[in-house]
């Protein structure tokens, strides 16, 4: 059985962890590795029976994991330092999960701080921002002008004295991408957590986790995404019985209700997520996204080069109309 | 320019460690730590948990150290109050 | 991938694969005498490979890659496959290890107790462990020795000396050229060979000593000189030579006052290897505790 399957049954639940012999272990942890979701796992098999090498292991992630969690729940604290009343923000993807107490944070690795601010105010988040310590990551102009006109987000900032890195986002799709989300509704009813930030409500942050994985991006770290996915509903389904209901009319609002049936779709096959009747169909397509979840080979490294090849060009193809795509990979490509 | 009040961290946020000449100090909600000489400790003891200024600090650090406030001593606890707050080790209110 | 091995190197069991036969045979010849575990799950992977499909017959260069991967770095040629394996278990360890405070440093043991050594590459720190290794010492780590939270231990990694340059020739004369393996001319850090560990260093590679001098060697000037190093400049450096230090939160931070304040350290600068080693001798005779 390959590694990427018994990492996937793991996490559903479908494999019990005493049916792995000692040596599938490598390739798994790999694999986990490679999707950053070795902390996940981690925390998914506490207790489980384990050989005592994967043990320690798993002990050592769900350590880190926690330290990095509280680092990056800190960035958003400094956040809220440096832009006090001038600017609300929400917070977005792992720092949102974590600040918010969803099941999907433990064990969770957070990468940048993702934040969406009103577009009205974007400006006064960058200067405060930028007199707080933080500063442009790149100062290539080509990069820069293509980011302000194209990009759903302020180019990257990084804080010089923590060294983390920020991204300021006005909407959660690039402004060019075929389908435009509304971000005034997503920060209208954006929901407060205990700590004092806020996030997006249910339904949105199930649609942005459904438009960030399938909508932007080539499926890279697709398997972390569907995996937030399937939990953010799990968590939502027990706290609201209407919730796929309202998710549906939410992703029409937003011009999501494909990608939100996709993901459903793939963290059902995947994981095992229940669907209510009318969105549990099956859909030729979905194959090619399973299988290119799924490539990673036994070492953790990247399988089905063709398809991975596909789906890049994909997300460029959503993103941008095509005469800007080929001038967008001119570009580039002069540049290598 | 009016010097903003701060509040220093809570006490058990902070584990704070002398080491010779310096001090080390783990904040256990940033997961940072911070390497920092006088008067900084002696700052952070003085505000203990309620908010004040600089004006306010250095009247406080000049009694305990038996010391007269004058001259510039509000500006040095003012900039170094800035200090800290860029580390996040005390909060403007 | 198609060939592959595994080395354990101190508390880390790591799995190599590689495109070719060649690095991992020369692996095995390097470590053949390092226990071996085979049902044991590795804890880091490190990959081998050829970054295009035609790089493994054509001018082949083998690209580091693993758990862990350095973006754009530049292949090396084949022929330093070995030197690639090395760098590859180094990166997977550092940037992957958070069971123990990871320092790049070097380590000897004598009596249960620790010289740590710790310094940027050309300080000799290698260098004064390996030669160290030779005459008394049991040869912990040439690079990386990790501290035990709990404890404050040091664990010993001995994985094989990366001798370079001018030290190739001065252990040459010394060991036996069955402990040698080949040399690896003109790579990016000049020449390179390596040295496996005496066999007694590698069967106590589990054994932790406790922490009795810190020395922070430089290699050059004209004169030794020494110079006792306060807690908290200790303190410093230390962290700057840690990988994981952020990583490990409290835990690190515990560890590394801890280690500081039980542990005398001094600068050194030393003119050649008979007086760094004469100064390690010293420093121990009066100040190790």
């Known amino acids: 059985m390959s590694a990427v399957r018994a990492l996937v049954d793991l996490l559903a639940g479908r494999r019990d962890a005493a049916s792995l012999a000692p040596r599938e272990w490598d390739g798994v942890i790999s694999v986990a590795r490679a999707e950053a979701l070795l902390g996940t796992l981690s925390v998914r098999l506490e207790g489980a029976a384990l050989p005592a090498p994967v043990a320690a292991l798993f002990a050592d992630q769900r350590a880190a994991a926690e330290i990095a969690q509280r680092q990056a729940l800190w960035e958003a604290e400094m956040a809220r330092r440096a832009l006090a009343e001038d600017a609300e923000f929400v917070l977005l993807k792992g720092t949102a999960y974590a600040a918010a107490g969803l099941s999907c944070a433990r064990g969770r690795q957070i990468g940048d701080l993702d934040i969406l601010v009103p577009w009205h105010d974007i400006g006064r988040a960058e200067n405060e921002l930028l007199e707080g310590g933080w500063e442009w990551v790149k100062p290539d102009p080509y990069d820069d002008a293509y980011y302000r ?4 987000e302020l180019p990257p900032l990084i804080h010089k004295a923590r060294d983390r890195m920020i991204d300021v986002h006005h909407t959660i799709l690039p402004r060019t991408h075929r389908k435009t989300p509304d971000p005034l509704a997503l920060v209208a009813d954006a929901v407060p957590t205990t700590s004092g930030f806020a996030v997006l409500c249910p339904i949105d942050m199930a649609c942005h986790c459904a438009a960030h994985m399938l909508a932007d991006g080539d499926l890279q770290g697709g398997l972390r995404n569907l995996w937030d996915f399937h939990c953010l509903a799990g968590d939502f389904v027990a706290a609201d019985a209407g919730f796929w209901g309202r998710l549906d009319a939410r992703a029409a609002k937003h011009g999501l209700r494909v990608e939100v049936r996709r993901a459903a779709r793939l963290a059902r096959d995947l994981y095992g997520t229940t669907l209510p009747s009318g969105w549990d169909r099956h859909d030729p397509g979905d194959r090619w996204y399973r299988r290119r979840l799924l490539a990673r080979d036994n070492w953790g490294g990247a399988s089905d080069f063709l398809l991975q090849q596909a789906f890049y060009i994909r997300s460029h193809w959503l993103r941008m109309p095509p005469a800007m795509l080929a001038r967008h990979l001119w570009t580039k490509w002069r540049r290598r | 320019m009016i010097d903003p009040a701060y509040r220093a961290a809570p006490a058990d946020a902070l584990r704070i460690e002398p080491l010779g000449e310096l001090t080390a100090i783990f904040d256990r909600r940033s997961m ?11 700052m952070l003891a003085a505000m203990a948990e309620d908010a004040c200024d600089a004006a306010a600090l250095a009247v406080r650090l000049a009694e305990r150290f038996d010391l007269s406030v ?24 | 991938m198609r060939h592959d091995t595994r080395i354990a190197v101190g508390p880390v069991q790591f799995r190599i694969g590689s495109d070719w036969a060649r690095p991992i045979a020369a692996l095995n010849r390097l470590y053949a005498s390092y226990p071996q575990d085979p049902e044991r799950p590795a804890d880091a992977t490190v990959r081998l490979f050829a970054a295009r499909p035609w790089r493994r017959w054509l001018r082949p260069s083998v690209q580091i890659g693993g758990d862990f991967t350095v973006p754009d770095a530049l292949p090396l040629p084949l022929a330093m496959g070995l030197l690639a394996a090395e760098m590859g278990m180094n990166l997977q360890v550092a940037l992957g290890w958070r069971r123990h405070l990871l320092l790049h440093a070097s380590a000897v043991e004598k009596d249960g107790r620790a010289v740590i050594l710790s310094g940027v590459s050309g300080s000799g720190k290698s260098t004064l462990a390996a030669l160290l290794g030779e005459t008394g010492w049991r040869l912990m780590s040439d690079e990386f020795t990790l501290i035990a939270p709990d404890s404050g231990d040091a664990l010993a990694f001995p994985r094989a000396v990366s001798l370079k340059n001018e030290a190739i020739a001065e252990m040459a004369a010394r060991v036996d050229p069955a402990r040698l393996g080949p040399l690896l001319a003109g790579t990016p850090k000049g020449d390179i060979r390596h040295l496996i560990p005496r066999p007694d260093a590698i069967a106590a590679m589990h054994d932790p000593a406790r922490p009795a001098l810190i020395l922070f060697p430089r290699f050059g000037g004209a004169a030794a000189a020494v110079e006792p190093m306060g807690e908290g400049e200790a303190f410093v450096r230390l962290t700057e030579a840690s990988t994981n230090y952020t990583a490990l939160g409290e835990a690190g931070f515990a560890a590394l006052t ?11 600068s030393y003119p050649d290897s008979a007086t760094g080693l004469a100064l390690v001798d010293r420093l121990w005779a009066e100040a190790g505790r």
């Open chain 1, 149 to 152: 006109d194209h990009m759903h």
């Open chain 3, 258 to 268: 801890r280690l500081v304040r039980e542990t005398p350290a001094f600068a050194l």
């Open chain 2, 32 to 42: 940072q730590t911070h390497l920092v000489v006088p008067p900084v400790p002696e």
């Open chain 2, 70 to 93: 004058e001259g510039d001593a509000r500006a040095v606890v003012a900039a170094r109050l800035r200090e800290l707050a860029a580390m996040g080790l005390v909060a403007p209110t």
